[in-house]
């Protein structure tokens, strides 16, 4: 796979008929490793490792109902107080991050309502923090750590 923009992390992998698989340890089962899974592990390493978010109150890919469509979010994670923190939508390294993509993730928000944004393809990364009142984002350096 592909070298990507986070620190260097350890994975458990598994071959299982040809098939990769990369050990996720918030659904805490292998799953099948294509680019995209790829940035997610890494992403979800980051926020655990680097940013000091709590594993349990991370959630990934779950189904959520926007504008009666089913879709699927990435990472979130909540608040000790069951509110959204954080949506991060991840893309595979190849796919170029345009202003679709942050269309997608403030459709989401629609539903969810996290405080911050973070949309990656493991080589760059945008983070954002939303204006409730003004009904736009802001972007921002990086994500801030937890904060308990």
Same mark, same amino acid.
């Not at 292998?30 to 594993?55: A, D, S, T």
């Not at 202003?99 to 911050?116: G, K, M, P, S, V």
């Given at each position: 796979?592909?070298?990507?923009?986070?620190?260097?992390?350890?994975?458990?992998?598994?071959?299982?008929?040809?098939?990769?698989?990369?050990?996720?340890?918030?659904?805490?089962?292998?799953?099948?490793?294509?680019? $995209?899974?790829?940035?997610?592990?890494?992403?979800?390493?980051?926020?655990?490792?680097?940013?000091?978010?709590?594993? %349990?109150?991370?959630?990934?890919?779950?189904?959520?109902?926007?504008?009666?469509?089913?879709?699927?979010?990435?990472?979130?994670?909540?608040?000790?107080?069951? %509110?959204?923190?954080?949506?991060? $939508?991840?893309?595979?390294?190849?796919?170029?991050?345009?202003?679709?993509?942050?269309?997608?993730?403030?459709?989401?928000?629609?539903?969810?309502?996290?405080?911050?944004?973070?949309?990656?393809?493991?080589?760059?990364?945008?983070?954002?923090?939303?204006?409730?009142?003004?009904?736009?984002?802001?972007?921002?350096?990086?994500?801030?750590?937890?904060?308990?």
């Amino acid at each position: 796979m592909q070298e990507l923009n986070f620190p260097k992390f350890s994975f458990r992998f598994k071959n299982n008929e040809n098939k990769i698989s990369i050990f996720d340890s918030i659904r805490k089962k292998f799953v099948i490793l294509q680019p $995209e899974e790829w940035v997610r592990q890494h992403c979800v390493q980051y926020l655990i490792h680097n940013k000091g978010y709590p594993k %349990s109150l991370i959630n990934v890919e779950k189904e959520l109902t926007v504008n009666t469509l089913k879709k699927r979010y990435d990472i979130v994670v909540y608040n000790s107080n069951g %509110s959204i923190h954080l949506i991060v $939508e991840c893309k595979a390294p190849k796919i170029v991050i345009n202003q679709d993509t942050f269309d997608q993730i403030a459709r989401y928000n629609l539903e969810l309502n996290a405080t911050y944004l973070m949309v990656t393809n493991g080589l760059n990364h945008y983070y954002c923090q939303m204006d409730f009142e003004n009904e736009q984002y802001n972007f921002l350096r990086e994500i801030p750590d937890f904060s308990r």
